[in-house]
């Protein structure tokens, strides 16, 4: 298709595509020149209306590993902040001749709506609380050179998965991939909806950690709470928190995400975060050959020649 804007959206197959289209990518990274000419004469926009650090950084790398010509856009800054709506933030953007937008925004929807708007390839870098599809596939990536073929595999999402377009797009991607998905937090932290979405739900952590191969452990968002969701965040590690004391007690090495930024003392300990099961920073890592399988297959690369693109020959 056009746009990336979830996984919900894709199949296994396609997910597969994309995973497997990262692996070459990924040695770009690794070599004293990253670049290669492969999206050379393509212009992306990097339109970015939340704050950013992994995303917005590593879609940039990727972007310029592959020669495409880049431009940032905040909302601060830009004429957003003068009451400009989004459409026509973008097709200004399009009368500058671009290719692609990559859009992370507060509205859940906003980047569907933008990509039956505009011409331009649009890949959600983060919509609202519904789906951030990059982050899916680093995580899914991620897992499966951890874990091998995910099928059956047991994958717990802990935490604040109400808020979550994190949560979303692993719960869709996971699923499709065969393996098992379940979530963990208190309820009112959960969605409503969450016993139509395939999961297994754990009200307790202990439960988790006798279950997983896995924790995604996902981030407080305090930003986004309304006062009563959690009584207090001592209290949350108390009950919820990832501590390596909870992890001693599993019946096997849980291996352990997180999509970033860390609340640490809360969500996760700082002994988990940098301890032995950690895959933090391979997920970052990972995030950039991600972006560039994506940034490569929506500019119409063949899958096959990855490989070859790698070498600078496609
Ligand atoms: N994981 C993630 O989306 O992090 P940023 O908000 O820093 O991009």
Redesign the pocket.
């Known amino acids: 298709g056009k746009d990336l804007l979830g996984l919900a959206p894709l199949s296994a197959d396609q997910i597969r595509l994309v995973l497997d289209t990262a692996v070459p990518f990924r040695e770009i990274s690794e070599r004293a020149i990253k670049k290669v000419p492969t999206l050379r004469g393509a212009t992306i926009v990097n339109l970015f209306f939340?704050?950013?650090?992994?995303?917005?950084?590593s879609f940039e790398f990727a972007e310029k590993r592959l020669s495409a010509d880049t431009v940032n856009v905040a909302s601060a800054g830009s004429s957003v902040s003068k009451g400009e709506t989004l459409v026509d933030t973008a097709r200004n953007l399009e009368a500058m001749k671009i290719d692609m937008v990559v859009i992370?925004h507060g509205a859940s929807g906003a980047a569907q709506f933008l990509a039956e708007r505009i011409e331009s390839n649009v890949i959600n870098?983060?919509d609202g609380t519904n789906e951030?599809p990059t982050?899916g596939l680093l995580d899914i990536l991620t897992l499966r050179n951890h874990l091998g073929d995910l099928t059956g595999r047991r994958i717990c999402i802990v935490g604040d998965v109400l808020h979550s377009r994190?949560a979303r797009s692993n719960i869709w991607g996971l699923t499709k991939l065969g393996a098992e998905v379940a979530v963990c937090g208190p309820r009112s932290l959960l969605p409503n909806a969450i016993g139509e979405m395939g999961v297994t739900v754990f009200d307790r952590i202990e439960e988790a950690v006798e279950w997983a191969d896995a924790f995604n452990v996902l981030r407080l968002q305090l930003e986004r709470m309304q006062a009563g969701y959690i009584p207090s965040l001592r209290e949350y590690n108390r009950v919820y928190g990832v501590t390596r004391a909870r992890l001693e007690k599993a019946p096997r090495d849980i291996l352990i995400l997180h999509?970033?930024?860390m609340n640490r003392g809360v969500e996760i300990d700082s002994d988990v975060a940098d301890g032995p099961h950690s895959v933090i920073l391979d997920q970052v890592t990972n995030?950039v050959a991600v972006r560039m399988a994506v940034l490569y297959l929506l500019a119409g690369g063949k899958p096959e020649l990855a490989e070859a693109a790698k070498k600078g020959g496609a």
């Open positions: 939340e704050a950013s650090t992994r995303t917005r950084i992370r870098a983060g951030h982050q994190v999509p970033g930024p995030g």
